[in-house]
């Protein structure tokens, strides 16, 4: 449903305009084209608003003979024959906006052009310019302005109601503000390339998640895993981001972990932990990690601990049955042994 309606117009004609909905989505009527014009409303004195609609295609109907008296004769193999040459153009609907309430704003016709081609192409644009406008700019009450022309109502198919009109009036005595487009162009570069190192670190995210939930099983897994955490690491400080760069090197130092080097992954994660407590905005998201890897490091600590004790039982009762094997042969040795008496 058509919530806002913005238009750019000189004192007589319309230059571009839009409509939208109450979440600044655009809005599409019938027919394969569609217009907006305006008219001088005698009645009220003030500019009334039309959408003009139309498929853009003309009906011939020269399909039977009889639906129409203008027909034009021609010679063909000394036969005459009749063929209708009229054209029936398509209905064009006309839809009145009845406007609730209208804001007039003028602007130099670059900052005009620029604003209304952003607003075409970004949503969220769209909702913070009609945001800044109702905050900024006066809003009139047009309710009581309704057209009862006769001629009006007798052309218009409907009516349609527009809680909001943004009217973006050209003014050529305003002065020209100078757009630096170069900066622009050079911003949107840079938003550009963080787009894309954020999209390719969520891909990485991703691999590399899957890649280390084998490393506890596979140790090529976890080293694949460490392989991704540096280029992570890597694209984190191309982007600047220093929490997204912690994340990474505790990453790698789970890699290490996996691969049983627990002492470089102690430290690392001591050093983590010191830099992410140390942050003017502390990052709970961050310190919380450091928590949870620390605590597994103390499981695979703990994992050792139990895999070296179970080895040193298995090497001492080892060592404890050859002793009784040795024993009970010597034993059996001396009891064959026929003992003599000396005289």
């Known amino acids: 449903m058509a919530h806002t309606v913005i238009c750019i117009k000189t004192f007589d004609s319309i230059l571009n305009y839009g409509v939208y909905s109450k979440q600044a989505a655009p809005v599409n009527f019938e027919g394969s084209w569609h217009c907006l014009s305006l008219r001088k409303d005698p009645c009220t004195n003030k500019t009334q608003y039309f959408i003009i609609s139309g498929s853009g295609k003309d009906i011939n109907t020269s399909t039977r003979n009889d639906e129409c008296n203008s027909y034009c004769e021609h010679q063909r193999d000394n036969d005459s024959y009749r063929q209708c040459d009229k054209q029936t153009p398509q209905p064009i609907s006309f839809i009145l906006l009845n406007v609730n309430c209208k804001i007039t704003q003028k602007l130099p016709s670059n900052i005009a052009y620029c604003c209304f081609q952003e607003f075409f192409h970004s949503r969220t644009f769209r909702k913070r310019f009609i945001r800044y406008m109702k905050q900024n700019c006066k809003m009139y009450d047009m309710t009581h302005y309704v057209c009862m022309c ?3 109502f007798n052309i218009i198919s409907c009516a349609l109601q527009v809680p909001l009109f943004i009217e973006i009036c050209l003014d050529v005595n305003l002065p020209v503000i100078h757009v630096c487009l170069a900066w622009c162009y050079r911003i949107e570069g840079l938003a550009r390339k963080r787009l894309i190192l954020e999209e390719t670190m969520a891909w990485l995210s991703t691999l590399g998640g ?26 984190a400080i191309e982007m600047g981001d220093p929490i997204m760069a912690s994340k990474c ?4 130092a789970l890699s290490l972990m996996q691969a049983g080097k627990l002492k470089h992954c102690k430290k690392m994660l001591r050093n983590e932990y010191e830099v992410a407590i140390q942050y003017i905005h502390r990052d709970s998201k961050l310190i919380d990690m450091c928590k949870g890897m620390w605590s597994k490091l103390q499981y695979y600590y703990m994992k050792r601990r139990t895999i070296s004790a179970n080895n040193r039982n298995i090497k001492y009762k080892d060592s404890n049955l050859s002793c009784y094997y040795v024993c009970k042969d010597r034993l059996t040795d001396i009891k064959d042994t026929n003992f003599s008496v000396g005289s």
């Not at 280390?212 to 992570?232: E, N």
């Open 210 to 235: 899957g890649y280390s939930s084998l490393g506890d099983y596979f140790l090529s897994f976890s080293q694949q895993a460490g392989k991704i955490s540096v280029t992570q690491l890597n694209i």
């Open 150 to 152: 006769e001629d009006v």
């Open 249 to 252: 090197r505790m990453f790698f």
